[in-house]
Each structure stands twice: as structure tokens, then as C-alpha cells.
């Protein structure tokens, strides 16, 4: 589903005015992102930490623009967002990490019944739009076998709860001493990356780092 999102918008695009994720307005069709917008754009990257340990790289705070554009990405299905977001956030990572850190990269899966509602994993999109600017290797790593209860509707405390059991991996052979990196759209207590990166590990893999576009603790 995800190659066919990318597939429409490659072919519609020029059929419809470029807009800046952020602000909305309509932008060159060369561009990503508005001027005004990417002067504003944090030139930082917020280092995190998943439940568990594994290292975060952060792009953006989850506030103000930033979380209104990432609410139409993910719930008005606003997909064409995706390369605006992949470029800040693989600038953000290779401020934080070495070209050679991670041998391929996997993102969070969502449930095949949430998928079908949504009709794309926004996280899918944004590992494949990093692996393909950096030249790496995309990987479905893992995949989600149970349908548990949205993380942003419970308490911190029932949080690493939730997750468990929640994941696992594919193909063991396919992570096999890799160094994988994980992304997410958004990091709030790490559990969620925690229980991906420790399913990954204990499978075989090598190392797991993570980034995430958004964080919400800045």
C-alpha cells in the first residue's frame, strides 16, 4: 500500500500546487519546504534514549506547527508530506550519527487493521523516503501481531505494558548482525522504539539506534 501512496503522488503531484507542510502555503515545485519555514526549522537534533537504551535522534519538537503538520500527515492522510519530513530528519540523524552507524533501516509497523484503516504506515514512509536519500537498505524487520490499545490514550505507567508481546520479527536471517536503524514518527516515554529495538535484539541483530521526526520532550 505504502509503494502505491508514493507511486500516486509521484504521478498527481504535478497536477497539484507544492505546499510547506508547516504553514501550508503553496511553495516551487522543487521545494520541500517553505524559505521562511526552513529558517525556522531547528538546526539541533534532540538526542533521546528508547525504553531500554537504545539512542533516539530527534528532529522537530512535537508542538505548535510542527504537531498540526504531523495530525494532517497522519489522520487527513496528507502522505505527499513524506520528503519534507524525511529531509529533516535524515539531516537531523547525520548530526548525530556516522555515515556508516547502520547497515539498514526498519520503522515501527502498525497492525494490519489499522494499516487498512489509515491505508499507509506514515512510518514506513518515512524509512523508505531515509533509506533511499541515504542509499540504504530498507528491511520489513517486524511486524505487529497484536491490536493494543493506543498508546497516547494511557497513562505513562501502563505504557511499557502495552507494548509487550506486541512485536516480532520477520525473518531472523534478514537482521542477522545488522545495525539497524529504527524509525518512528514520534517519542514520547521510548516504549513503544524500546520493545521494536528489544524484539530486533533478541533476534540477533547487531545494535539498533532510532529516529523519530517528532519528539514531545524537548
Do not use: W
Not at 537504545?54 to 502522505?79: G, Q, S
Not at 539498514?104 to 514506513?124: A, I, W, Y
Not at 512485536?167 to 536503524?181: E, F, G, S, T
Amino acid at each position: 500500500m505504502n509503494r502505491l501512496i508514493f507511486f500516486l503522488h509521484k504521478r498527481l503531484a504535478p497536477l497539484f500546487p507544492n505546499r510547506c507542510p508547516f504553514c501550508t502555503k503553496v511553495i516551487y515545485r522543487e521545494q520541500t519546504i517553505c524559505d521562511s519555514c526552513a529558517i525556522r526549522v531547528p538546526q539541533y537534533t534532540v538526542r533521546r534514549f528508547a525504553a531500554g537504551g537504545a539512542p533516539c535522534a530527534a528532529a522537530l519538537p512535537y508542538k505548535d506547527e510542527y504537531a498540526e503538520a504531523v495530525k494532517r500527515f497522519k489522520f487527513k492522510r496528507y502522505a505527499f508530506y513524506a520528503p519534507a519530513f524525511v529531509e529533516v530528519m535524515t539531516e537531523a540523524a547525520v548530526r548525530v550519527y556516522s555515515p556508516d552507524a547502520y547497515d539498514c533501516v526498519c520503522c515501527v509497523p502498525m497492525h494490519p487493521k489499522d494499516l487498512k484503516d489509515r491505508g499507509f504506515n506514515q512510518s514506513e514512509l518515512l524509512a523508505r523516503g531515509f533509506a533511499e536519500r541515504l542509499g540504504l537498505t530498507y528491511v520489513e524487520a517486524i511486524e505487529k501481531i497484536k491490536r493494543n490499545k493506543k498508546q497516547h490514550t494511557l497513562k505513562r505507567s501502563e505504557r511499557a505494558g502495552n507494548v509487550r508481546g506486541v512485536y516480532r520479527v520477520i525473518d531472523k536471517n534478514a537482521i542477522k548482525n545488522k545495525r539497524i536503524l529504527l524509525i518512528d514518527d514520534i517519542i514520547t516515554t521510548g516504549n513503544t522504539l524500546g520493545e521494536c529495538a528489544s524484539v530486533l535484539k533478541r533476534h540477533g541483530c547487531r545494535s539498533v539506534s532510532c529516529a523519530v521526526l517528532c519528539t514531545t520532550l524537548v
